[in-house]
């Protein structure tokens, strides 16, 4: 198979262009080309308002060596094609099957892997099922009544359901997880170009199919899923683990259990502490999220304010500062809606969400700024739960209950707001003016409004004064990190920590992948029964 790199097309090629292009680069018969397969395309926007693709396509020819001798103007090289292997199994005798609490990416897939390879796993989710789920959710936002166990941050798919279902990583992947996890998704109904394009992602509304489907395969290769079943204890014996204990009643017995619970689910890292499971506190960053006309956006990146060949354009951008923290943007949405995504009562935090089609007035971010332990360490390996406990709640007051939203003008000069410019919220759920400068620590609040500044550079308009701010942005990851060894195993022997809660991914693909390796574990470890 040849790779082809540095291919520049335009906007609305098709495979027949990508042929003759091919061929009339290499001098050689369009016919002879079989196979073709676009693998990454990257848009290039550095001379707009004029825009192409760039593209990295694999092909097969007959003669393919003949190609390979001549000098090209392109760069072109020989690849071969290798898909993902899962282990063989191993020899140890597992008593039960192995259970997995949380059902979010990583649970996901650790479950399905488990399934296809004929362990029959056993998934507790505490959460709903994504229909009575999304029910749940839009019901909050409608009338504010939270469900402490089924929202935003609990419930199948996890906290990715409800967000753009961004699936670039920067996880190096040299055995093929990523495209598994990829082209499961696309198996289960999400849009194939996320196999190629250079920032995929499925859309909120597609990914809460896509995660039913994986369940019914999972169902149906003998695994098994409760929802309402939230691990409430663990049950040990001589340092090992013998079963876990569901809903504070029902013992079901265990010696294998994967935690892929979540970066939200401060209960449990709590119950974990109280067994001594060692954990340490990790960076993490806060903030507030900012909405800007995505016209303006789609000005700044495409040269015009709406393209008819593309959707709504993204932006990334980050800055060290003078007091040598770092401030950027996160979980970008293009035409995407801000979301009331609090998990527990008296506290609020927002998060971002877009639809598939991307095709809200707004872009959205969530402008955020690093915080180590150095700044809630003191209070010990669940420091950072508390400093997010408290940013909440202090969000939850500035609201009364609703999501607190500012000007930038206004946080500026640290000052509620009793009016709108030009820029509308789009909000899911009740929202009203409160003063952000009130919700967080002085340090974080110059932090932001010097970072915002200095993206104007980047982005025309980016500091204008009636971009809007709403928060508090606490649950970008987790506060702490489950330690695990070189077997994927904690300090308490039969416990898998997994994901994101644990503290070893960022997002859904990494999550996924992270999930795919303790998978492996489990197969490599334990012979199915």
């Known amino acids: ?314 932006y990334k951008v980050t800055r060290k500062l003078a007091n040598g923290r770092g401030v950027y943007s996160f979980c970008m949405c293009p035409g995407g809606y801000v979301v009331n995504a609090s998990s527990e009562e008296g506290r609020l935090a927002v998060n971002g969400m877009s639809y598939r089609a991307r095709d809200s007035r707004n872009s959205n971010s969530a402008m955020i700024v690093t915080v180590t332990p150095d700044d809630f360490g003191h209070a010990g390996v669940l420091g950072g739960i508390e400093f997010q406990r408290d940013l909440e709640k202090a969000a939850w007051q500035a609201g009364n209950g609703k999501v607190p939203v500012q000007l930038l003008g206004d946080f500026c000069e640290n000052r509620t707001s009793t009016g709108l410019g030009d820029v509308t919220p789009c909000i899911k759920g009740n929202w009203q003016f409160g003063n952000l400068r009130e919700v967080l620590p002085e340090i974080i609040s110059q932090s932001l409004i010097e970072g915002v500044h200095g993206f104007e550079r980047q982005i025309h308009g980016f500091s204008r004064p009636d971009a809007l701010f709403s928060g508090v942005e606490s649950r970008t990851s987790s506060p702490v990190r489950i330690v695990r060894d070189e077997r994927f195993l904690s300090s308490l022997t039969g416990l898998y920590p997994c994901g994101e809660g644990a503290g070893y991914a960022g997002g859904i693909t990494s999550a996924a992948m992270d999930g795919m390796k303790v998978a492996e574990a489990v197969i490599k470890k334990y012979r199915k029964n």
Request: net charge neutral; proline share 4%; glycine share 8%.
């Open 1 to 314: 198979m040849i790779r082809i790199q540095q291919l520049k097309v335009p906007l609305n090629y098709d495979e027949a262009f990508l042929r003759k292009e091919i061929a009339r680069k290499l001098k050689i018969q369009a016919s002879d080309i079989k196979e073709l397969r676009v693998r990454k395309q990257s848009l290039d926007a550095r001379k707009k308002p004029d825009l192409y693709y760039v593209l990295t396509v694999d092909f097969c020819l007959a003669k393919e060596q003949q190609v390979l001798k001549k000098k090209q103007h392109i760069t072109i090289s020989q690849v071969t094609d290798s898909p993902y292997q899962m282990p063989d199994g191993g020899s140890e005798t597992l008593p039960h099957r192995p259970v997995i609490a949380g059902f979010g990416p990583a649970g996901l897939f650790c479950a399905l892997l488990l399934a296809r390879a004929g362990y029959c796993p056993l998934v507790l989710e505490r959460g709903a099922d994504v229909d009575q789920r999304t029910t749940a959710v839009e019901q909050f936002w409608k009338n504010g009544i939270l469900d402490t166990e089924s929202n935003i941050q609990f419930g199948e798919g996890g906290a990715g359901t409800f967000s753009d279902g961004k699936l670039n990583t920067l996880v190096k992947d040299a055995c093929g997880r990523n495209h598994y996890v990829l082209k499961t998704f696309v198996e289960a109904g999400a849009d194939p170009d996320i196999l190629y394009v250079n920032k995929p992602h499925i859309g909120t509304d597609v990914l809460r199919n896509v995660v039913k489907h994986i369940r019914q395969e999972i169902l149906s290769l003998g695994g098994e899923v409760r929802f309402g079943c939230k691990v409430t204890d663990l049950k040990i014996k001589d340092q090992q683990l013998v079963g876990v204990c569901v809903n504070h009643t029902e013992e079901i017995p265990c010696e294998a259990l994967v935690l892929a619970i979540g970066h939200s689910a401060r209960d449990t890292f709590a119950m974990l502490h109280e067994h001594q499971v060692l954990m340490q506190p990790k960076s993490f960053a806060v903030g507030l999220r900012i909405e800007h006309p995505q016209s303006m956006i789609n000005l700044s990146q495409y040269g015009q304010e709406h393209h008819p060949l593309l959707g709504a354009a993204n």
